[in-house]
């Protein structure tokens, strides 16, 4: 849905507006880093339901308590935030990001229930709403012109959809006195490290990819920004939509199998699922992208797609590596994790300023997604070896998915020769895709069985 909506509301909101939403989108992302202090991590680690609702309960509690603070915060730090950045001198933005979080962070522990009992069918409905009344809301709103408030409600009804589908599916009677239990902090007391570590491993995390469009917002102007932005969900929407999916089957088989003691073909088989599956989409958008973009989105967004082959091995790089960074906390790798944030934090943060202190906009985006590629690779390859995942698979797995991603590639070569857009020239494109769905089915019926 978000995908099919992108070229309305394109043409409804200016990239100043999907400039204004990157920061707002930043500042949330920043504040969700704390939502259930981490303790929602926790709960597919837990043994029986009675435990797992005790934590969940914990979560609950350690939530409302950082909607407070945060309230406190953002009214004592107006004055600031209104300073650098004016557009949010509109109080209703400021309301959007406590709601924001607020809902956020609930939908985060109900899902992580919701693995644990392996729902995955009911989390799945609750992204294909979130995505129905997120692209609807943007464009009704987008229709009544009301600016890029329009597009921060929508992310807010983005966050707030499924949270009800995932209660009554998951919640009885019985589970909300284990809710208030007093049981529940022998359990806290177990997953300390989650409250300890987690919340500033996710913040240094977060800071690390949403440092991006708050400094070119900052720096580079509001509509700068709003292009990153804009070509960063296109890329994220497909990429992010399959590496959630699978981050949750993972987290809860891995942790099963970890106390098996079998944890790592289950690594290297979810590493090889993921290079088929991601490898060509990423592709295609960058060797089409820049020929298309403008058609599809409007002649104000050529500079996005001109940019979209400096950013596709950075989220390709992200896509792999995102779903198994679980395995640091099914082997009690946080410390690990949080300096390996800490390195990523500071990684980002002087790529993107020299970039934009030495080179224009192209010269910063392509530094750091450079130095995005470097830091997924090591992090890829200290995930592996901690799964104990040998390396001649990982050099296996890479030549497969290579010669894969060739012949899926072979019905591109046409394009070559043409420079126009026409009907014909759709035709290759639309094999090429046919292609690698049956390839992929059939490779991926291999890993199952």
């Not at 009704?140 to 009800?164: E, W």
């Amino acid at each position: 849905m978000a995908l099919l909506c992108a070229p309305l509301l394109s043409r409804l909101y200016s990239p100043g507006d999907f400039g204004v939403l990157a920061v707002y989108a930043a500042f949330l992302s920043t504040m969700t880093a704390f939502s259930g202090l981490g303790l929602h991590l926790a709960i597919p680690l837990t043994e029986t339901r009675s435990r797992a609702w005790g934590v969940a309960g914990t979560a609950f509690l350690a939530h409302g308590a950082m909607t407070v603070v945060f309230f406190v915060v953002l009214l004592l730090g107006q004055g600031v935030l209104r300073r650098e950045y004016p557009f949010f001198s509109d109080p209703l933005l400021v309301v959007c990001l406590l709601l924001g979080f607020l809902f956020a962070g609930i939908y985060d522990i109900f899902s992580y229930l919701g693995i644990r009992e392996k729902a995955f069918a009911t989390i799945a409905k609750t992204r294909i709403s979130q995505g129905i009344w997120g692209a609807l809301s943007g464009v009704g709103l987008g229709l009544l012109r009301v600016g890029p408030l329009g597009l921060v409600v929508s992310q807010m009804c983005n966050l707030a959809a499924g949270i009800n589908v995932l209660r009554r599916r998951l919640v009885s009677p019985g589970d909300l006195k284990r809710l208030v239990s007093r049981e529940r902090w022998d359990d806290v007391v177990e997953f300390r490290r989650f409250p300890l570590f987690q919340p500033w491993t996710n913040l240094l995390a977060i800071l690390s990819s949403q440092i991006v469009p708050i400094l070119f917002a900052r720096f580079g102007g509001v509509a700068a920004a709003g292009v990153l932005f804009f070509n960063m969900k296109v890329l994220q929407i497909p990429m992010m939509f399959v590496g959630n999916a699978v981050a949750q089957v993972f987290f809860q088989r891995g942790s099963e199998l970890s106390r098996e003691g079998n944890l790592g073909d289950w690594v290297a088989k979810v590493f090889r699922g993921l290079l088929f599956v991601g490898l060509y989409p990423v592709t295609l958008i960058v060797l089409l992208g820049p020929r298309y973009f403008p058609v599809i989105f409007g002649a104000a967004w050529q500079e996005a797609g001109a940019l979209l082959p400096l950013m596709g091995p950075w989220f390709f790089a992200q896509f792999l590596t995102s779903p198994l960074s679980s395995v640091m906390y099914i082997c009690g790798k946080q410390r690990c994790d949080f300096f390996c944030s800490l390195w990523q934090l500071g990684l980002r943060s002087a790529s993107i300023v020299l970039g934009l202190m030495y080179f224009d906009m192209r010269g910063a985006i392509a530094l750091f997604s450079g130095a995005n590629v470097v830091f997924y690779g090591a992090y890829m390859f200290l995930v592996l070896r901690i799964s104990h995942v040998s390396l001649p698979a990982i050099l296996r797995s890479l030549g497969e998915s290579f010669v894969f991603l060739v012949h899926c590639l072979l019905p591109l070569g046409p394009l070559l020769y043409f420079s126009d857009i026409t009907t014909f020239t759709l035709i290759f494109p639309c094999i090429s895709l046919a292609l690698w769905i049956f390839m992929l089915k059939k490779k991926l019926g291999e890993l199952k069985s």
